[in-house]
């Protein structure tokens, strides 16, 4: 019986492995976690990433740079391929890209199309995709497997509202 080995992903990492009952989980708003999965090599790994490209001319630093999809993308890739998946063979399942906090913009939509545009260009194959709305997801993912699950977090309850009691009787003096 394997027991079961659950990781927990923030953003900037990535971690691929080949070990049969692995979790990897994360929690995304507007940024974006990637899983890859290799079926015949049984290799599978996610990365969660803050924003797909700094923006030009932008100076990142060495230690910065897997906060970002075009870095991240490949760390996890090269870290698939090193476990024995093989490019041309994966799968990947793409999610997150919420649009949570309304005065960002769209951030997670950018990200949710950083994310499938280099899917594409690298002629990864696509399963599942669960990015945009306005909601916080978890997943949850089996890399030995490939299986991968979304769950939209529960909305935060807004605190209550305290009625505001008027003063009546002082003076006001303005200076």
């Known amino acids: 019986?394997?027991?079961?080995?659950?990781?927990?992903?923030?953003?900037?990492?990535h971690l691929a492995t080949d070990r049969p009952g692995?979790?990897?989980?994360?929690?995304?708003g507007s940024c974006i976690a990637?899983?890859?999965?290799?079926?015949?090599?049984?290799?599978?790994g996610m990365n969660h990433f803050l924003l797909g490209r700094p923006d030009?001319?932008?100076?990142v630093g060495a230690h910065e740079m897997q906060r970002y999809g075009v870095h991240a993308m490949e760390l996890l890739i090269n870290a698939m391929m090193?476990?024995?998946?093989i490019r041309s063979r994966l799968r990947a399942h793409i999610y997150g890209g919420a649009n949570i906090i309304a005065g960002l913009g769209g951030i997670?939509?950018?990200?949710?199309?950083?994310a499938r545009r280099f899917v594409?260009?690298?002629?990864?194959?696509?399963?599942?995709?669960?990015?945009?709305?306005?909601?916080?997801?978890?997943?949850?993912?089996m890399p030995f497997e490939g299986k991968a699950r979304s769950s939209f977090v529960a909305e935060p309850v807004p605190p209550p509202r305290v009625p505001?009691?008027?003063?009546?009787?002082?003076?006001?003096e303005l200076f």
Do not use: W, Y
């Open 1 to 13: 019986m394997t027991v079961a080995r659950r990781i927990n992903l923030v953003q900037g990492e």
């Open 22 to 28: 692995s979790i990897l989980s994360t929690l995304l």
């Open 34 to 44: 990637v899983c890859l999965h290799d079926g015949v090599a049984h290799v599978g």
């Open 56 to 59: 030009a001319g932008q100076t």
């Open 82 to 85: 090193q476990k024995g998946a």
């Open 108 to 114: 997670g939509h950018d990200n949710a199309v950083f």
């Open 120 to 141: 594409e260009t690298e002629g990864i194959a696509i399963g599942h995709v669960d990015v945009g709305g306005t909601r916080a997801r978890k997943i949850e993912f």
């Open 164 to 172: 505001v009691v008027p003063v009546h009787g002082g003076e006001l």
